[in-house]
């Protein structure tokens, strides 16, 4: 009857996680640069170390998550475009069982209770859109915390594992410093713990070392140091979780943090109060409370880093969950709670069937794409730098990018700023078109330039949707354009089309 409930526990568990990937509205913006890079590894046969699809100037292209792009790549194209849904699930499954996993290291023997578990679900489902390469550090952060939870129990030479993996994590995305810096805070918690350190360090070391064996060689080390300690002002996923705009965002996340938060400060209350009674020395698990504290601080600055925490805190604190309310939950309240999350997954799948991929109505300029496609508008290409990925895997060698959310991959850092400047209509907004002149732009209509570009008598705006327009330089004018179908059906079906050949 035991392990009935267990495969019934994980089966609702991968649903779940189904569920969340599919009801996204939109597919990552990113994705399409990293098709393309993965596309020039297994079509083109080398990495990609140089750009191609921008007009602007470009510095080295230091792909940090190449890997991860031959892995989206490969699963387009042998097995289809669900498969990304798939593997975003199956990625995200095997992050929790992972630390499923590490919470039974730690002395719990069936931390199955469904309640804690969904609401870790929700609480990284808002920063979860298909498909993006830091799902691979999510899973290997996991993976890290358990081997490093096995070594605490006397298994010191499982940490040898940790430089292989490293070595993968490195080639997959450049969130590999968390796991260094995962294996540096248990060094220290060890240390205030009164523990063997040797081994700790010793993987650590080994660790940092295999870094260097990657596309670039050392050069990539001053590369993954500069991207992981620049600021990032402009790019909403780096906003702090209580910043102006994202105050009243995450509030599945912000539930999760105050129940950690409140149960860990109940629970240190009642170790002190019971060994003030009993006149012993306060012990406590330091290594635990060091990774909470410096993970919740990187969630509160960084949404983007958020899931660090929500692993950390199920790895750590499920226990103390176990301890002061899992005991008191009845037997009818546990079927109860698996009735309902059965039921919910089962109208989750009603609703989304059939699966589809969530191809980004009113989130991409889809139509505006093909209409300069159709019109054959040729030259250079100004937009956000969200979409630019995309249209870059639609329209090149056609029309060429001002830049993408490659970002520090790529671009000079002045980019970024000419290009808030242009939008906000800013000081010297204007200095973007004499410096990086374009031939064409697609405009996003809620941002001041619209209004100000419609009304400048060297540009026309040549077509117009709901939410874009795209305008010409008046010498490009032609007298009659093909209209883009509004068929949804046909941007579904082609969404994966792409004019780039290796």
């Known amino acids: 009857m035991k392990r009935l409930g267990n495969i019934l526990f994980f089966v609702a568990i991968f649903l779940l996680l189904f569920i969340i990937t599919v009801q996204s509205q939109y597919l990552d913006y990113d994705i399409w640069a990293r098709l393309i890079?993965?596309?020039?590894?297994?079509?083109?046969?080398?990495?990609?170390?140089?750009?191609?699809?921008?007009?602007?100037?470009?510095?080295?292209?230091?792909?940090?998550?190449?890997?991860?792009?031959?892995?989206?790549?490969?699963?387009?194209?042998?097995?289809?475009?669900?498969?990304?849904?798939?593997?975003?699930t199956i990625i995200l499954f095997f992050t929790f069982f992972f630390v499923l996993k590490a919470i039974e290291i730690r002395g719990i023997k069936r931390p199955y209770n469904i309640i804690f578990w969904i609401i870790s679900i929700l609480a990284i489902s808002r920063v979860i859109t298909p498909i993006r390469c830091q799902l691979f550090s999510f899973l290997f952060f996991a993976v890290f915390l358990y081997i490093l939870e096995k070594a605490k129990t006397g298994k010191y030479k499982i940490l040898y594992l940790l430089p292989l993996i490293t070595l993968l994590w490195n080639n997959l995305h450049g969130g590999v410093?968390?796991?260094?810096?995962?294996?540096v805070l248990y060094i220290f918690g060890e240390i205030l713990n009164k523990n063997k350190i040797k081994h700790y360090i010793l993987a650590g070391l080994s660790s940092l070392a295999v870094l260097i064996i990657n596309p670039w060689g050392i050069s990539y080390l001053q590369f993954l140091l500069s991207a992981n300690t620049m600021q990032r002002t402009y790019i909403t996923e780096w906003f702090g979780l209580f910043s102006q705009f994202q105050i009243f965002n995450q509030?599945?996340?912000?539930?999760?943090?105050?129940?950690?938060?409140?149960?860990?400060?109940?629970?240190?209350?009642?170790?002190?109060?019971?060994?003030?009674?009993?006149k012993e020395n306060l012990k406590f698990d330091k290594t635990k409370y060091l990774i909470l504290t410096v993970t919740l601080i990187l969630s509160v600055c960084h949404i983007k880093l958020l899931?660090?925490?929500?692993?950390?805190?199920?790895?750590?604190?499920?226990?103390?969950?176990?301890?002061?309310i899992e005991n008191k939950i009845s037997k009818l309240a546990n079927i109860f709670s698996y009735t309902l999350i059965w039921i919910i997954i089962i109208a989750g799948l009603a609703v989304n069937y059939p699966c589809e991929i969530p191809f980004g109505a009113g989130y991409y300029p889809h139509r505006e794409v093909e209409f300069i496609k159709q019109n054959k508008l040729e030259g250079n290409l100004l937009s956000n730098f969200g979409y630019g990925s995309f249209i870059a895997y639609k329209l090149y060698p056609q029309n060429k990018i001002y830049m993408d959310g490659r970002y520090e991959e790529v671009y000079n850092n002045d980019l970024i700023i000419l290009?808030?400047?242009?939008?906000?209509i800013e000081n010297n907004w204007d200095e973007i078109l004499k410096k990086y002149p374009p031939d064409i732009m697609i405009l996003e209509n809620w941002y001041p330039i619209y209004e100000k570009i419609?009304?400048?008598?060297?540009?026309?705006?040549?077509?117009?949707?709901?939410?874009?327009?795209?305008?010409?330089k008046k010498e490009l004018k032609k007298e009659k354009y093909i209209q883009p179908?509004?068929?949804?059906?046909?941007?579904k079906n082609t969404l994966f089309d792409t004019s780039v050949k290796f």
């Open 37 to 88: 890079a993965g596309m020039g590894v297994v079509e083109g046969h080398h990495v990609l170390k140089a750009d191609f699809l921008s007009y602007t100037p470009t510095h080295v292209w230091y792909d940090h998550e190449y890997g991860s792009g031959v892995i989206f790549y490969c699963f387009l194209k042998y097995f289809g475009k669900y498969s990304l849904l798939i593997l975003q």
């Open 177 to 183: 410093v968390a796991g260094l810096g995962l294996t």
């Open 251 to 278: 509030l599945p996340f912000k539930v999760f943090m105050l129940l950690i938060v409140f149960l860990e400060i109940f629970v240190l209350y009642k170790i002190c109060k019971q060994k003030k009674a009993a």
């Open 307 to 324: 899931p660090f925490f929500v692993i950390s805190g199920g790895v750590f604190c499920y226990e103390d969950f176990a301890l002061l």
């Open 419 to 424: 290009l808030k400047q242009f939008y906000l």
């Open 454 to 472: 419609n009304q400048e008598k060297d540009w026309i705006k040549a077509y117009e949707t709901e939410m874009f327009g795209v305008f010409i």
């Open 485 to 491: 179908t509004e068929d949804v059906r046909y941007y």
